[in-house]
């Protein structure tokens, strides 16, 4: 099974701030990532797939760069809707497995 | 638009058995890899099951292997989770998923249902 790991926990950030945000897997997955934005009471919204990918709709403010191990969100100018728990999901094989999620929250 | 609906999540004593639903609609069902996805309380996500487009591939996590099984019914536009031996820590909400690529097995997902809960508990 290929672990994910989420780093930091929790990231305090103001509005209209830039927020970086890791995952990490315990080993390669080539660019078979995705980024899912859930926000309390809805759905996981896919955000990012293919690494860099935004999916339909997603504002150009969210980027996701990335490959083989180590892969990054980043959200360039931070709005109020985008307060939320972000998670990244491998599936470069059929034993998907998420992170642990990042809960970026306002300071 | 593409709709996912679960039902079927209730309050269950452990080692009971129950079957979840998922309703599809707004794309060619049988086109598409479903799977499920739970969320125990204040958790984050762990995928369950998946199932292919024409059902003749499944796969399992390890945590629900031998105890749950995933159909579908493509005439009825939906999937199903048979749970049995249900434990304690089978409590969550749980998401069916639609894969955003037709056909193959491997793939994000790209529209997901709003949950059905299941509370396993004496």
């Known amino acids: 099974e290929i672990v994910m790991t989420q780093s930091p926990a929790t990231l305090s950030v103001s509005p209209g701030e830039r927020a970086t945000l890791s995952c990490r897997a315990s080993q390669s997955v080539s660019s078979n990532l995705a980024w899912y934005q859930q926000k309390p009471g809805q759905a996981p919204r896919l955000l990012i797939y293919?690494?860099?990918t935004r999916a339909t709709g997603i504002p150009a403010r969210f980027s996701g760069s990335g490959s083989g191990t180590e892969f990054t969100l980043t959200i360039s100018s931070l709005q109020s809707e985008d307060f939320a728990v972000y998670y990244c999901?491998?599936?470069?094989?059929?034993?998907?497995?998420f992170g642990p999620g990042t809960k970026v929250d306002i300071k | 638009e593409v709709q996912l609906v679960e039902s079927g999540g209730v309050v269950v004593q452990p080692g009971g058995s129950l079957r979840l639903s998922c309703a599809a609609s707004?794309?060619?069902?049988?086109?598409?890899?479903m799977h499920w996805v739970r969320q125990g309380p204040g958790k984050g996500l762990e995928w369950v099951s998946l199932i292919s487009w024409d059902g003749g591939s499944t796969h399992y996590a390890d945590s629900v292997k031998g105890r749950f099984t995933i159909t579908r019914d493509n005439n009825k536009n939906s999937l199903y989770l048979q749970m049995n031996s249900l434990r304690k820590e089978d409590t969550a909400l749980y998401y069916c998923?639609?894969?955003?690529?037709?056909?193959?097995?491997?793939?994000?997902?790209?529209?997901w249902g709003q949950g059905t809960l299941v509370t396993v508990s004496s």
């Open positions: 999901q491998q599936y470069n094989n059929w034993l998907f497995t």
């Open positions: 707004g794309f060619t069902v049988d086109d598409y890899t």
């Open positions: 293919g690494a860099s």
């Open positions: 998923a639609k894969k955003a690529m037709a056909r193959g097995v491997i793939g994000y997902f790209d529209n």
